[in-house]
């Protein structure tokens, strides 16, 4: 005789909610905002700021950098898009942590590691953000960065809807800026037949370790996918919409991203693309100077979009762990007027400043990808645990979410720890 088995809950119901709350998060980001949430992130980072870092490592092999990069970061997606619909929860990689290894303690180190990847990641783009605006506006670089802190605190402080509208508005801009790069630097791609062996394939062992190394910084541009699960609890049925955004997020931008590192390494000189704080608007400089202006001022609104961006995800990461895990109630308490969570958000953005004002620009983006990549490994494996497991959520759904899986979870992890002991040992 067979016996019905029974969903196993690996939390108890007096762990999931441990302090009522009054106010919850509203749920007002349909799939266009989700998408443009994303994109806001991604582009900015990786695009306005990095390109020609990447190109410092890789050489002509920065392209096939991205590419790297973009495998890996599309393997890891994947396990987000599954398990933001298992567990449609703020803080949601300290959930995924918990319900995969079944240990608290591991669950909130993650938690703390993605607040501390979102500190470490804004405070990257606010460098980034005063390379350009000191080409529009000589000003002093502390002044600037204190500024456009304050101002963006204010909007993420002021509501989710109107934060993510503007987000939206920005992105629409920002995509704007990179087709006006290739409408006037695209003529370069004519080269490509003739140069694709010295972009997409490496020809030495030194070349290999350069690509690796390339697509270890490369990897802080891919950050994005990741913050939109952050945000789930204010997502509009997030069981279909979260899958759809995070797919969509992940294959535009690394489209983009190929796209405009085969442009800048086929039009300006290496050593120019990898020392330049501004590399869009160095690329257009000798071929239109009014684009390049713009784009530089595209640049500046990128990379802001990509601060506010990061100061709501991770003062949604504190709001959720503090709640879960019984922090310290002022960090959950949302606003009864902007439905917001206002003192995390201050709290994230007081943090942000500190690292801005520390640390050059590409310790920042390293060390961004070094945690993120140890956060990553742990998510893949935490959801190929769950399968080996036989793991069973209360919704029976997900029993058949995870079975379709199989074990690419597992080789995703394992491509993000072999990218990061890459870099530990190089």
């Not at 092999?61 to 970061?73: E, H, N, Q, R, T």
């Not at 990061?310 to 019984?326: D, E, H, P, T, W």
Request: glycine fraction near 6%.
């Amino acid at each position: 005789m067979t016996t019905s088995r029974k969903p196993v809950l690996l939390l108890s119901p007096e762990t999931i909610d441990p302090v009522p709350e009054p106010e919850g998060l509203a749920r007002r980001i349909n799939l266009p905002l989700l998408i443009f949430y994303g994109l806001g992130t991604i582009l900015g980072a990786g695009i306005y700021v990095l390109v020609g870092k990447v190109a410092g490592s890789a050489g002509m092999l920065a392209p096939l950098a991205f590419i790297v990069a973009g495998v890996i970061a599309w393997l890891t997606a994947m396990s987000y898009s599954k398990l933001a619909v298992l567990f449609p929860q703020s803080a949601g990689e300290a959930i995924y942590i918990e319900h995969g290894f079944q240990q608290q303690w591991l669950s909130m180190a993650v938690g703390l590691l993605i607040i501390l990847t979102g500190i470490v990641s804004a405070a990257t783009l606010t460098r980034g953000f005063i390379g350009y605006f000191v080409l529009l506006v000589p000003v002093n670089e502390t002044f600037a960065m204190v500024a456009a802190l304050v101002l963006l605190t204010a909007l993420a402080a002021w509501g989710i809807a109107e934060s993510l509208t503007m987000a939206a508005l920005v992105t629409l801009i920002e995509i704007a800026g990179l087709v006006i790069v290739l409408v006037f630097c695209g003529d370069s791609l004519q080269q490509l037949p003739v140069k694709a062996p010295d972009l997409l394939i490496p020809s030495s062992a030194a070349q290999v370790a350069g690509i690796l190394s390339g697509a270890f910084l490369a990897f802080y541009a891919f950050i994005g996918f990741e913050d939109m699960v952050n945000v789930v609890e204010e997502v509009k049925q997030p069981e279909t919409t979260m899958p759809k955004a995070i797919f969509w997020v992940v294959v535009i931008s690394t489209g983009l991203y190929v796209l405009i590192a085969l442009v800048a390494t086929l039009s300006l000189p290496l050593n120019e693309l990898a020392q330049s704080k501004a590399p869009l608007a160095e690329l257009l400089s000798s071929k239109n100077a009014v684009a390049a202006k713009v784009v530089a001022v595209i640049s500046v609104l990128a990379i802001v979009n990509g601060v506010l961006i990061q100061i709501i995800m991770a003062s949604r990461v504190c709001y959720g762990l503090s709640k879960r895990f019984g922090g310290p109630h002022y960090l959950h308490r949302v606003s009864s007027i902007t439905k917001t969570p206002v003192i995390a958000t201050l709290l994230i953005a007081a943090l942000i400043l500190v690292a801005a004002l520390s640390f050059p620009l590409t310790a920042l983006a390293k060390f961004t990808s070094f945690i993120i990549l140890i956060i990553f490994s742990l998510i893949n494996f935490a959801l190929w645990k769950m399968h080996r497991n036989h793991y069973q959520a209360i919704d029976p759904v997900a029993v058949q979410q995870i079975s379709r899986l199989r074990s690419y979870p597992l080789l995703a992890g394992s491509l993000c720890l072999a990218l990061l002991l890459f870099q530990v040992s190089y």
